[in-house]
């Protein structure tokens, strides 16, 4: 924790950068993104053309905006792109021209629930447009009489979707996945602060000078990205066991962890025992079908099992989706709390031991090879009461070649030093091997 001291500010100054750019699924502000994120890491950004075929979707044509905005018949702006990017419905067509408030009025979103917000609003996959409004710019539109000019002066075009990636190898070719989403125009919540909050845990790994596992950093737009980077990535996504979805990590609110589509993957229990270590109390979201790129990643074909660790979780603020969530709700000190909860959590991840039993079916028989511990023997002290025998039984059985010690050791919630004798004993005997 003592690495991170002094990266508030560092956050905070790339949230100021970043948090005016008007994102999208697609677009020069996506490749402008990636390109301050490449000060952090090295990141390569890759293209992938319009009308590519990726799974059950394509590729879109890429959107360019140039401007937008709605005057009344005297010349007076009500809305303007220049004020706010989240003003056009992002993927809206072009429109130049006059009509009155009837013909206009389905086309304008306001916020439900909170009038000074901008709500943000997508058509990426059916043409239309719109203007997203706060409720005080909705009801002066609404009270204009006379026709009202409309322009949205925007391109739609066969270009490409950007992504970036960044390999790290490690010891082991087995990998972990890491990823974020970068289709957001500026909030700050959802999810500039995911974008940065990777670049840094990146720029953490970039440190050390040897890691065991190797791990895969993925920035994409969410949904077709993550889709198009698994379809081109087929191979490689197919052997990852474990993923991290990045997402909502700045807020001033309460921290929780989404769980993995198999919620006795233990990575489960890794980010719990992360999250533990705050000693402030945490909500825990069962898998969902809704959700993040986790959705992608842990799809049939995949099942990768994903967790999100997320400071005012999407769907959970009131800000979510609107123009209040924005550098008054997030700074650079909140997300650097996440993440400490990421790098402890990677730490965890990174020092996992995983061990495979030579014998796959049936118990092994212990008496056979002299290693039936004696009963009433001595108890090592942080067994949780379990005696040398449970212990040998429960490892022979949870080591598979997947499973790590640590993660016994948290199940069981016995001391791993305990359990790294047995295992030393079991090695000794040929019965396991580390993977
Ligand atoms: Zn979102």
Redesign the pocket.
């Known amino acids: 924790v003592e690495l991170m001291a002094g990266e508030a500010d560092e956050i905070d100054a790339y949230l100021r950068r970043l948090f005016p750019l008007a994102r999208s699924i697609t677009g020069e502000p996506n490749r402008q993104s990636l390109r301050v994120l490449q000060e952090l890491i090295p990141l390569e950004v890759h293209e992938i053309p319009s009308g590519t075929k990726v799974y059950d979707w394509t590729i879109p044509d890429e959107w360019r905006l140039h401007r937008a905005w709605i005057e009344n018949s005297s010349g007076r702006r009500l809305v303007d792109f220049a004020c706010s990017n989240l003003h056009v419905v992002s993927y809206s067509v072009a429109v130049d021209r006059w009509m009155y408030w009837a013909e206009l009025a389905p086309h304008i979103h306001s916020h439900p629930q909170l009038p000074k917000a901008i709500p943000?609003r997508t058509s990426y996959y059916e043409s239309n447009w719109g203007f997203c409004v706060t409720a005080a710019q909705y009801d002066e539109l609404a009270r204009e009489t006379r026709p009202l000019r409309v322009l949205i002066d925007s391109e739609l075009f066969p270009g490409s979707l950007t992504y970036g990636e960044l390999l790290l190898p490690g010891t082991s070719t087995q990998e972990i996945l890491i990823s974020t989403?970068i289709?957001?125009p500026s909030?700050a919540n959802?999810?500039l602060s995911g974008m940065l909050l990777t670049a840094f845990l990146a720029k953490h790994l970039l440190k050390k000078s040897k890691l065991r596992w190797s791990y895969r950093f993925v920035f994409v737009p969410?949904t077709i990205g993550s889709i198009a980077y698994s379809a081109l990535n087929e191979q490689a996504m197919k052997k990852i066991d474990i993923g991290l979805v990045v997402?909502?990590v700045g807020g001033p609110g309460k921290f929780s962890y989404k769980q993995s589509w198999n919620p006795l993957h233990e990575i489960n229990r890794l980010a719990e025992a992360s999250l533990a270590k705050l000693e402030e109390d945490f909500d825990r979201y069962p898998f969902d079908i809704h959700g993040?790129d986790e959705r992608q990643y842990s799809s049939q074909g995949f099942q990768i099992n994903c967790i999100t660790v997320a400071k005012d979780r999407?769907y959970q603020y009131d800000e979510?989706?609107s123009s209040l969530d924005n550098l008054s709700f997030v700074n650079g000190s909140q997300i650097e709390k996440s993440l400490t909860i990421y790098v402890d959590l990677l730490e965890r991840i990174e020092s996992r031991r995983i061990f495979d039993c030579r014998i796959r079916h049936g118990e092994v028989m212990l008496s056979r090879r002299g290693i039936y511990p004696k009963r009433g023997g001595e108890l090592l002290p942080n067994t949780n009461d379990y005696s040398e025998l449970d212990l040998t039984l429960w490892l022979l059985r949870f080591c598979d070649g997947r499973r790590s010690l640590e993660d016994m050791s948290l199940e069981l919630k016995v001391d791993i030093e305990v359990l790294l004798k047995i295992v030393e004993k079991l090695t000794h005997e040929n019965l396991l091997y580390e993977i």
Do not use: G, I, L, Q
């Open positions: 943000y989403y289709c957001h909030m959802d999810n969410e997402a909502t993040s999407y979510y989706h």
